[in-house]
């Protein structure tokens, strides 16, 4: 949420309709965060320096200000395209007949990144593998460390590093809610666990023989230290090659991208269940600690006609939206 100082107003043509604005989408739960802040502030102050003396966005005045500057990124002549567009919508919300940019002509962003996205049936065989590992003298927890520690990053989102750093005083199993502290972006949040993975981290305390009121790490090394997120990697490349999903000479998928398939699949239940996934956005921004709503919309941006149908559906409001993790019984 933005201050609200002296440096938070608007003095262009659509001032009032400004701070409109940022309250209505810091009632619908955004974080409306000091960048948010100045792409408006120069939607406003553009064309304040053109003369425009009333609220009005005709289609050559929109194009006029999301056409490329001089040594203008892409991703920044995006960022404004979208903000007039989301601009534009609140006004017609009010009555207006602004001009509303199409979201098919924005500017392509460069990005080679593909995600890897598990399927529910992956997820079940990687349950099935971690599940049934066995001591060894080498990492003496790394059979108890696995099946917990995967089931969060799925049932949960965290980064690797954040769930490898939480501390036991950082898990309440009792409300079950875990305490990220200062994360990526220098964020603090909580992160509520579904009953599912709330049970399953008593069975791994009561295993791991845990006294949760003492200082040390949620997940230790051998020697008590951190774990290395290298090694884990390497573990969970053996986890996918004998739960079939990769082989030697496949694509690879990343340990983070069990925070990738955390995400959609949440979106996948939502639209399952006729839900509005753009009311659940802030939700998730807040809920996987990015900085802003942007982010999470990049972050979720699917490589598979099979989730194509995430982006484009609008129904009711977010419940219960978060993908469940199998108990083990056995623990």
């Given amino acids: 949420m933005i201050e609200t100082n002296k440096k938070y107003t608007f003095d262009g043509p659509f001032a009032t309709y400004c701070s409109m604005y940022v309250e209505y989408k810091i009632g619908l ?19 304040k320096k053109s003369g425009l003396k009333k609220p009005i966005l005709t ?12 040594n203008e990124s892409t991703k920044t002549q995006h960022q404004r395209m979208s903000t007039i567009r989301q601009f534009a919508l609140f006004m017609n919300m009010l009555g207006f007949n602004f001009y509303v ?17 598990f399927t529910h049936d992956e997820i079940t065989r990687i ?3 971690v599940d049934q590992l066995k001591f060894s003298g080498n990492s003496k927890y790394a059979h108890l460390i696995y099946p917990m520690l995967l089931r969060m990053l799925y049932g949960c989102g965290l980064r690797i590093n954040e769930a490898l750093t939480l501390q036991k005083t950082d898990i309440n199993l009792k409300d079950g809610v875990i305490t990220v502290s200062k994360g990526k972006n220098n964020i ?3 992160v509520p666990m579904t009953e599912t993975l709330r049970i399953y981290g008593q069975h791994y305390v009561k295993n791991m023989a845990f006294d949760m009121s003492m200082e040390g790490y949620f997940y230790p090394a051998p020697d008590g230290r951190k774990y290395n997120s290298g090694s884990i990697l390497s573990g969970f490349r053996r986890i996918l090659r004998d739960a079939e999903i990769i082989t030697d000479e496949s694509v690879k998928p990343r ?7 955390f995400a959609v699949h949440s979106l996948e239940k939502m639209i399952n269940e006729g839900q509005d996934i753009y ?13 802003d709503v942007e982010s999470t919309e990049q972050y979720l941006r699917m490589t598979s006609d099979t989730y194509g149908n995430i982006i484009n559906s609008t129904e009711e409001m977010y419940q219960d939206v978060f993908p469940e993790v199998q108990e083990n019984e056995r623990l």
Avoid at 101 to 117: C, L
């Fill in 255 to 261: 340990i983070h991208d069990l925070r990738h398939t």
């Fill in 188 to 190: 603090t949040r909580f």
């Fill in 127 to 129: 349950w099935s593998i």
């Fill in 279 to 291: 009311s659940f956005l802030p939700i998730l921004q807040t809920y996987m600690g990015h900085r």
């Fill in 29 to 47: 739960g955004y974080k409306f965060q000091v960048s948010s802040y100045y792409r408006l502030r120069q939607v406003d102050n553009f064309f």
């Fill in 59 to 70: 289609k050559n005045m929109v194009e006029e200000y999301v056409s490329k500057r001089d």
């Fill in 101 to 117: 940019f199409p979201k098919n002509e924005f500017v392509k962003q460069r990005d080679n990144f593909i995600p890897y996205i």
